[in-house]
């Protein structure tokens, strides 16, 4: 979340320095884990969201973490409602347990709270999982921490 703090201001920086945004009302707010980008017109609202997304790119922040909902007029503005996913849902969470119980491997696997869990006997049963969930495209970017001996 402070990466996404940083990106949002050189954002903002570069909106408020940037020639074709200027006088233009654009600007870049977060609360907790939306991100709001209003601007006055659509295309200057893309061309926001466009170095907004850059500057997450730059701070290393993966852009598939980020849902973007559809722009909304409101008045002389534009807004949209970027959402910062963090953790795992609960449907998704099912879809990674089934995929790893349908390798055959010597895990089990289990849900907890926003994440995943999964424990086994043997550090390979455990890589062996985790490249196959790396194969595997979730639409979310997966974490892989605390691996014990």
Do not use: Y
Not at 83 to 90: F, K, L, S, V, W
């Amino acid at each position: 979340m402070h990466e996404v703090t940083n990106a949002l201001a050189q954002a903002n920086k570069e909106v408020t320095n940037r020639f074709d945004l200027k006088n233009t009302g654009s600007k870049c707010e977060r609360s907790d884990n939306i991100i709001n980008v209003v601007s006055d017109s659509d295309f200057h609202l893309e061309q926001v969201v466009q170095v907004l997304m850059g500057k997450m790119a730059q701070r290393k922040v993966n852009l598939q973490s980020l849902q973007s909902a559809d722009p909304v007029t409101v008045g002389k503005e534009v807004r949209q409602a970027i959402t910062i996913r963090q953790g795992i849902e609960a449907e998704l969470a099912r879809k990674i347990i089934k995929t790893i119980k349908g390798s055959k491997s010597k895990t089990q696997a289990s849900i907890q709270e926003a994440k995943v869990r999964v424990s086994g006997k043997k550090r390979d049963d455990l890589q062996a999982v985790i490249s196959l969930l790396k194969e595997n495209d979730f639409g979310l970017p997966l974490q892989f921490v605390n691996m014990r001996d």
